[in-house]
């Protein structure tokens, strides 16, 4: 048993289901809030979304069917292995077992396409013909661009400033698959302009390319905006992940003692965790579940949990979530899929009703975690899920401490060969640490005033 | 059966033995020369590589069995998928099937890591502490990284000069997985020093990367040097590419009318083919076999069969090869690991014995092929497998031209995540051919006078 290298599934065995958490919660999760405070209804949404995304947004169904044209587009990479760190854990020297489910293996390089391809697929069974998102790292805008493209729909994507300036092979990999992608914030919408006005040298955020995306979308008929994480049916698709990773750990006779993800907005965090927490809710097992979030932008560590915009414009509903402010534009830091200054309602419910936990860590601790897991393991990881990494490897010296066998299983969230650049950084010595401080608190949550809490 | 998306291997179905066609040709290969044109006996070769890898190379024994270290080690990617093009053959709109045997999902991104795990297991075995080797596109160099890395060996690898201006991540990759990376020509090598002087400008050539890896070993008591194709061994090791195909066509009862790969120095593509044609060779099957080589850099298509130096320094053996002669510099063409002078002893012997052809393709019809691949299978693949989709697509072409349903093989060489900035240039327009002429034959080919011939 203790010997596998990868677990493997067949195609039969792949989920044939999505799991969506909002039919299990204790508590109703708290509904998404007009700007009068008052309760959104689904067609307040439709001029953002397709109706049939929303439909699944305020599902609260526990079990939703994945279409069978989905499933034969996922067959081409999935199912996923879950893989042994056998050499992270030799050369830890930890009595834990580490595995990792390996979203690394998608054609565009992360988890982003679970939810990329459903998303496109939906849209265009909808009528939709163009889509506009953004994109921190990029990750999401290249998948994107990838199910955009195998769909048949055009696509512009946001990409946040500092990321599109990190990052030109990313855009190309976009342009490869048909995307037009611009460095936000542009000066093609009012929402853009402003913060260009107000902040000429911000290096832009997830908040800010939201904004834009959104304003792009709302003001052309034909043209629907989606968003790579923290809503719901996005979180919803993303729980392949940990579905597969139960059947696997079932195939070896083993549970996870804990389960990990790095959380930007807490998609790839939630798709390997639901399936488990599902089990911690009915109380079968009890899995300690943990966020790995960075110490530049801890949303769940050092934030609030109350109602905020889910972009710097408020454009976007008031969404119940772990927040710092949607106008904190977090340092230029290399896990650009990490800056988003809020937390998915649903992991951010799971967090409050106590079903998890999260932990804040700095990005060199987070890029050494990578470069052990890259020479032990092969993988060059993300510079996202070198956060989930650093977390694995900070509760493997728990059980040498401990003396304890734990099993751990941390979600790969993507592979990080586009961001070799960061790594160079890091090999030279120029990457810094950034602490989000109480006074960075105080003052990023004074845009909060006048909203609406959570009682 | 033709709906298939990927055909998988289980671990246990993964081959214990590698095949050597050696054993199989009916007119035996050549053996390799001295300065002095005297067949080489192994210990000539104990100065560049270690005895249990001599004897793979001279060994005439069919079966050679994988040592359960390396099979190991090899779990971690293979056995790799074997997946049908199916969105590629719709956007043909050809009759025929194509398949692609996917070596692009290892994690070094390449074919390349199924010789880098053995070579540097038997250098270990044999207590080499260093190894040393010449790389072009930067493939085969950040294979051998991860492979020393497992192993626990130092690494220094002399990099193609025009390659390495192009492909910083690639020495990054290196970097991170602890090699030693230059730029070739150095001033640190007689070879290197003696090539500056001659041609400051030189973009560099595997030609001339070899000479200062090979000199850079014989003059250091424990280290070695390690070829990534070419030799015997090397072609050995990657057989187990087709070896694997061959399985998974059974299972869904199939054989492959044609069989192409990409040819730089021959190892991806013999590692592919070779096992079909044992086949051939036995009269069971008949599949034309083709290699896909550059206009720039034609070897097979428009060289000479005759013994050459597999290096510009000749500290090589003298070769039996299709060769368009030794001090040949190739234009600086994006496909880093075709622009290689000669072609493995092996394959030529096998074109030589009609067992298969080569065909020329321009780089421009090859990137073209390379943009259609990624938007139909989502794969961004390597510059140098581009020319195999290439030649694939021409193949299918046929296949419609003639009304015929074929079943056509293909190897996916490798990734070309880290080759994006050649995308960007072909999206530019930045591209252009080269057509190799018989005036370049003529000056070429100068450097073979005085060198024995294959009479």
């Known amino acids: 048993m203790h010997d596998y290298v990868r677990i493997p599934l067949t195609e039969d065995e792949m989920p044939r289901e999505w799991y969506n958490i909002a039919a299990d919660f204790s508590k109703p999760l708290p509904p998404p809030l007009g700007r009068d405070g008052s309760p959104l209804r689904p067609e307040n949404l439709a001029a953002v979304f397709p109706m049939n995304l929303i439909e699944q947004e305020v599902s609260t169904q526990r079990w939703i069917p994945i279409p069978e044209e989905i499933r034969r587009i996922l067959f081409r990479w999935r199912p996923t292995p879950l893989r042994r760190a056998g050499a992270l854990e030799k050369a830890l020297k930890t009595p834990?077992?580490?595995?990792?489910?390996d979203e690394s293996v998608s054609p565009a390089g992360s988890h982003k396409l679970n939810t990329a391809v459903p998303q496109a697929y939906y849209n265009k069974a909808f009528g939709?013909?163009?889509?506009t998102t953004e994109t921190g790292a990029g990750q999401w805008g290249s998948a994107l661009a990838l199910g955009c493209n195998w769909m048949g729909l055009a696509l512009r994507v946001y990409m946040v400033r500092c990321s599109f300036n990190q990052k030109p092979m990313r855009q190309t990999l976009m342009r490869v698959w048909g995307a037009e992608c611009l460095s936000?914030?542009?000066?093609?919408?009012?929402a853009g302009r402003a913060v260009l006005a107000r902040w000429p040298n911000t290096p832009g955020s997830?908040?800010?390319?939201?904004s834009e995306a959104i304003e792009d979308a709302v003001s052309s008929p034909d043209a629907k905006y989606s968003l790579g994480s923290v809503l719901n049916h996005v979180l919803l698709h993303q729980t392949i992940i940990g579905l597969e990773a139960k059947k696997?750990?079932?195939?070896i006779g083993l549970y996870p003692d804990v389960?990990?993800?790095?959380?930007?907005?807490g998609s790839n965090f939630a798709g390997c965790a639901f399936p488990f927490l599902a089990d911690k809710i009915a109380g079968t097992h009890n899995p300690l579940v943990l966020a790995a979030e960075p110490t530049a932008c801890p949303k769940m560590s050092r934030g609030v949990y109350t109602y905020d915009s889910g972009d710097v414009a408020m454009m976007t509903p008031l969404l119940p979530m772990y927040t710092i402010g949607h106008?904190?534009?977090?340092?230029?830091i290399h896990a650009g899929g990490l800056r988003y200054h809020g937390m998915a309602p649903l992991v951010s419910h799971a967090k409050h009703e106590g079903l998890m936990d999260s932990v804040a860590l700095p990005q060199t601790e987070c890029f050494r975690a990578g470069m052990l897991f890259a020479a032990t393991e092969g993988i060059i990881p993300a510079p996202e899920s070198s956060h989930a990494i650093a977390l694995a490897i900070r509760e493997a010296h728990r059980s040498r401490e401990e003396g304890k066998t734990r099993t751990i299983l941390f979600n790969l969230s993507g592979h990080g060969l586009l961001e070799l650049s960061s790594y160079q950084s890091f090999l030279d010595g120029k990457i810094e640490d950034y602490e989000f401080t109480p006074e960075d608190l105080r003052k990023s949550l004074a845009v909060l005033n006048g909203l609406p809490s959570l009682s």
Chains 1, 2 share one sequence.
Do not use: N, V
């Not at 834990?96 to 489910?101: C, S, Y």
């Not at 997830?206 to 939201?210: F, M, R, S, V």
């Open 96 to 101: 834990a077992r580490i595995f990792f489910k």
């Open 128 to 131: 939709t013909k163009r889509l």
């Open 184 to 190: 936000s914030p542009t000066d093609r919408t009012q």
């Open 206 to 210: 997830l908040g800010i390319a939201i």
């Open 248 to 251: 696997q750990f079932a195939k």
């Open 259 to 265: 389960i990990i993800g790095c959380a930007g907005g």
């Open 327 to 332: 106008e904190y534009q977090p340092p230029a």
